[in-house]
């Protein structure tokens, strides 16, 4: 079982910055690979980015191609996504997802833990 909570979510004018994290219980956390997904009222959950167990692997969507990075830092069992330059549109709940697998992917079926999300709204 692997439980994770995200933070660093909150209010920011676009352009600005936030920095998300999501810590992960149990001793096999750099085995899986962790994705960001994320969800704005009316719309389904979409993929925003993901990374391999080892960081070698990572994805994102075209969306946030060049303003988001993801991290990952497996000493302390905790996955970052870095969004800079953002936008009214990527207001959401952000969600990390676990997969039980070292390999990534943007697909929201592969994910088998998710933690309770964490809002990010941006305003104009």
């Known amino acids: 079982q692997v439980q994770l909570v995200e933070s660093g979510g909150g209010l920011v004018q676009a352009g600005g910055s936030l920095r998300l994290s999501c810590a992960a219980s149990g001793r096999t956390f750099s085995s899986y690979a962790m994705g960001w997904f994320r969800q704005a009222p009316g719309k389904e959950r979409e993929f925003v980015a993901a990374i391999s167990w080892s960081g070698g692997s990572i994805y994102y969507a075209d969306s946030v191609k060049g303003r988001f990075t993801i991290s990952r830092d497996n000493a302390k069992n905790t996955v970052y996504l870095q969004m800079n330059s953002l936008k009214p549109e990527d207001t959401a709940v952000y969600y990390c997802?676990?997969?039980?697998?070292?390999?990534?992917?943007?697909?929201?079926?592969?994910?088998?833990?998710w933690g309770q999300g964490t809002q990010v709204t941006v305003s104009s």
């Open positions: 997802a676990a997969r039980i697998t070292v390999v990534p992917s943007t697909s929201i079926h592969e994910y088998k833990y």
